[in-house]
């Protein structure tokens, strides 16, 4: 129901209690149009007094749409209760005008309260435009001034983005020597490996040599004293045939000059050829010791060709 509505029938409550009457009728009619449930007809009947069933039934209807409140003036006029049924009407139609004017009234101050918000509102808004004016002029200029800050920033920042360029430019050739260096650093970094392996080589060929011409060397010493030996040997041969010799040259001469003869075996000749080779020997008593040293020689060659087989 709508207020006017429910006040009117708060306010007939009185009247409608004291003259209603064929209560049941109007019961019946609202149950038959489903306004009233069969639970809530049970239980306004329950009621001990007319009283009650009627403020029951008040309540239940106050509860219910615009659409009841209209067959509860049907169910009344049909009952025998017209008196009842206009008397609502008009505290209705009198409320709802009241209503109207106390809603009007209540509408009228709040739209003034309204009113009146919106120009202290409209108000602060004006100093609140005024601040935003001045900003906003401020801004204004702050934003000519960016611009011309900006368009110099661009006459920079392109004169930069050449020299950026030139130096990605820059950079990129940098890194192609870069690249072009470390390619020849480890071509390098092999050619040096191969050659520490080829000195390394050289370097065992070299101690192997020198361990090949140190053995050599001490097979030299070790042939040189064989052979000082034999020569200290032969030269001792050497001078106890020398001294033979000599013995036997003073003879001979002793014996030539006291023109002795002594008798050789053989024929003249060889007595000849013998005496021939003695006085080779008395012209050249070096013959022998040049003879000895030739032999020395000769066999050390030969004991060095065997140790080098």
Not at 100 to 129: A, C, F, H, P, Y
Not at 131 to 136: A, C, G
Not at 209 to 224: I, P
Request: hydrophobic share 30%.
């Amino acid at each position: 129901m709508e207020t006017s509505q429910k006040i009117a029938i708060s306010k007939c409550n009185r009247i409608l209690k004291k003259n209603i009457t064929n209560l049941g009728e109007v019961l019946d009619f609202l149950l038959q149009y489903g306004c009233l449930t069969w639970d809530e007809r049970n239980r306004i009947g329950m009621e001990k007094s007319s009283d009650e069933q009627c403020q029951h039934l008040l309540d239940v209807m106050i509860r219910r749409g615009r659409k009841c409140y209209e067959y509860f003036l049907v169910a009344l006029t049909s009952s025998g209760n017209n008196h009842i049924a206009e008397e609502i009407k008009n505290t209705h139609e009198k409320g709802a005008e009241e209503w109207k004017l106390e809603s009007m009234e209540e509408n009228i101050s709040e739209k003034n309260e309204t009113i009146n918000d919106l120009i202290s509102r409209v108000n602060k808004l004006e100093g609140q435009l005024l601040l935003k004016s001045e900003k906003v002029e401020e801004a204004h200029v702050e934003r000519i001034k960016t611009l011309e800050d900006i368009k110099e920033l661009k006459e920079h920042t392109g004169k930069r983005d050449s020299d950026i360029r030139a130096l990605i430019t820059k950079n990129e050739e940098l890194e192609r020597i870069i690249q072009n260096l470390n390619s020849h650093i480890d071509y390098l970094k092999k050619e040096i490996q191969l050659k520490d392996y080829a000195i390394e080589r050289m370097e065992n060929d070299r101690r192997k040599t020198d361990s090949e011409h140190t053995k050599a060397m001490q097979d030299l010493r070790g042939q040189q004293q064989e052979t000082h030996g034999v020569c200290e040997e032969l030269m001792d041969r050497l001078t106890s045939q020398s001294k033979d010799i000599k013995a036997l040259t003073k003879a001979f001469q002793n014996a030539n000059n006291k023109g002795e003869n002594y008798k050789i075996s053989g024929p003249k000749h060889h007595q000849l050829r013998r005496e021939n080779t003695m006085g080779s020997i008395k012209k050249d008593p070096h013959y022998l010791n040049g003879r000895m040293s030739t032999y020395a020689v000769n066999t050390a060659s030969s004991k060095n060709k065997k140790s080098s087989d």
